[in-house]
Structure formats: C-alpha cells, structure tokens
C-alpha cells in the first residue's frame, strides 16, 4: 500500500523538551513538506526539501528542524526555542514539488 | 507570498442541500487543490485542478485561473461530508519553489 505514514498519531511533551516527528513515504516522491495547523485556522509550512540532503526555511521555522537524508524519509523536531509548539503537524509529499501534494495522518503535540 | 481567501468561514446545511464554496487567490496561478479534512484530522485530496472543470460524484470544482478564483461544488450533501475544505495554490507563476499556501477554510456542517 503505498501511502504517507506519521509517527505517533499523539505526542506530549514537556516544557524544554525536545521532540522528533515521524514522516515516511513509499510513493516514490522527490519532495517532502512540514505544515503545522492550530485549532481554526489553515495549514502553515514549516520547511520542505524538494531533493534529498536539501531543505528550506518555510513561514515559521523558528523553533524547528528537519534533515532529509533518505527520499523516504523527513523528520522533523520541535525543539525547546519552540515557543507555542502545541499544534496538529501534517506532512506532505508530491513527486517533484510542482504537482499535487498529498498528507499523511498527521501527529497531535500536546506540552504540557 | 500569495493571499488566499475562502468563503464563507462557515456552512451549515440540511442533508440534500447543494452549497457552493469560493477561492480567490491574489496572483496567476499554475495549479490549485481542493481538500477535505475529516473530523479526524485526515486531509483527503479532492481535486487538483489549475483550469477549467471536473466532477467527481457528487462533487465538482471550477478554476477560472484568468480571474483568479475556483469554486467548488457539493451536490445533495450528506452527513459524511461535513468537515473543513481547503483551498491551496502554489506561489505565482515564475516561481521556482515547491510549496502551496493554504485558505483559512470552509467549516461545513450538514445535519440529517
């Protein structure tokens, strides 16, 4: 079955902790992204990485990081710097970054 | 980046009822997606659409890209169908970067 999985479907954290986010995909796609969603509100993106061992700042990628060093894969952690980290995060991939994107799951983080 | 607005925040429906949603977007796009995001929080991919018309079941879209808007219809909605629909664009046209800027969404309630 070829699809997008997240890892866990929920995270607590505590305050200073950091945390790493599971995205796995098996479609074969070159790019990969980060969006964080807060309750009402549209999805924002956090980085993205159109190639392996390539990655770019998104709109709010103070507090985060990511590294990309299988197509396959694309972790991301929140780190302490992280200021209002309790948020729903999506990950997205699509074959070359101009076509359509498709999402995972997604992971509910929770600090408490 | 590029603005992108949907309207109306929310809908409330009777089963059976056809709704329409909008998307307006600030520049010339090359692609434009719909989404449904169930109340689990699952984006589901409704229509990749830059131009032009397509159905799927009950449901259609329409990008009218030279005036800078799409529109998606539901015909006699059902329970199932309720949930946030997103509209996202990818940056205007000359840009190299892979991304989508996401609306804030429709929130659609239909009751039975």
């Known amino acids: 079955d070829g699809g997008i999985t997240q890892s866990p479907k929920y995270l607590f954290r505590k305050e200073g902790q950091n945390v790493t986010l599971s995205c796995e995909q098996n479609l074969n796609h070159d790019a990969m992204y980060w969006y964080r969603q807060d309750p009402g509100q549209g999805l924002r993106l956090i980085y993205y990485?159109?190639?392996?061992?390539?990655?770019q700042k998104g709109d709010i990628a103070e507090g985060y990081s990511v590294s990309r060093e299988k197509k396959e894969s694309f972790p991301l952690t929140v780190t302490s710097a992280q200021k209002n980290p309790t948020a729903f995060y999506l990950c997205?991939?699509?074959?070359?970054?101009?076509?359509?994107?498709?999402f995972g799951p997604g992971t509910r983080l929770t600090v408490l | 980046g590029i603005q992108v607005e949907q309207s109306p925040p929310d809908l409330i429906l009777q089963e059976g009822a056809n709704s329409t949603l909008r998307c307006n977007f600030s520049d010339s796009v090359n692609n434009l997606q719909w989404f449904h995001q169930n109340p689990w929080g699952q984006l589901i991919n409704l229509f990749y659409?830059?131009?032009g018309t397509k159905q799927n079941g009950r449901l259609s879209a329409t990008t009218v890209a030279t005036e800078r808007y799409s529109l998606l219809y539901i015909s006699s909605s059902q329970t199932t169908d309720s949930g946030v629909y997103f509209c996202a664009v990818p940056p205007g046209r000359g840009s190299t970067l892979g991304r989508l800027y996401f609306g804030r969404g429709t929130q659609l309630t239909v009751w039975p």
């Open positions: 659409i830059p131009s």
């Open positions: 990485s159109q190639i392996v061992n390539d990655f």
């Open positions: 997205a991939s699509s074959m070359d970054g101009y076509n359509e994107q498709f």
